[in-house]
C-alpha cells in the first residue's frame, strides 16, 4: 500500500529500529513504547489488521507469531503479552496488521 506507514518501514522507505527479521515478517521497536519492553511484530505484506492477516495469508500469520515469540524469548523474561488491536474503537491506529509484544519484565540490554 503506497501510504501506509507500515508498508513504508518494511521496504525501508523510512527509518524504523529493526529488531528482527524473516522472510515474511519485520519487527521494529515502538516510536513511543507504554511497557519497558513494547516491540511491533507486522507481516511484509499488507493486511488492514489481524483478522484480515489470519482469513487470508496462514504463512504470514505464522511468521509474525514465530518473529515475536522469538523475540519474547530473547528480551522478554516469561511473561510478556502479544496484542493485536483491531478496528478504531479497540485502539488501532495504524492500518496494517500488527502484533504488539510487550513486558514488564524485560531482560538484558535493551537496543
Ligand atoms: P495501534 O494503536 O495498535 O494501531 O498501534 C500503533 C503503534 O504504532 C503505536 O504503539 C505507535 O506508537 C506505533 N508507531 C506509529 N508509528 C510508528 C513508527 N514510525 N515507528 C514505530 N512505531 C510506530
Ligand atoms: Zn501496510
Not at 13 to 23: D, H, L, M, N, R
Not at 39 to 68: C, F, G, Q, R
Not at 80 to 85: A, L, P, V
Request: aromatic share 6%; hydrophobic share 45%.
Amino acid at each position: 500500500m503506497d501510504n501506509c506507514i507500515f508498508c513504508k518501514i518494511a521496504r525501508r522507505e523510512i527509518p524504523a529500529k529493526i529488531v528482527g527479521e524473516s522472510e515474511l515478517a519485520l519487527a521494529f521497536w515502538d516510536v513511543s513504547p507504554r511497557q519497558p519492553l513494547h516491540i511491533l511484530v507486522i507481516p511484509k505484506v499488507h493486511y488492514a489488521n489481524v483478522a484480515e492477516l489470519t482469513l487470508n495469508d496462514e504463512s504470514s500469520l505464522v511468521a509474525v507469531m514465530k518473529l515475536a515469540s522469538e523475540l519474547a524469548v530473547q528480551h522478554a523474561d516469561e511473561s510478556f503479552r502479544i496484542s493485536f488491536n483491531t478496528g478504531e474503537a479497540a485502539g488501532q491506529t495504524v492500518f496494517h496488521a500488527h502484533g504488539h509484544l510487550t513486558s514488564r519484565t524485560p531482560r538484558g540490554e535493551l537496543v
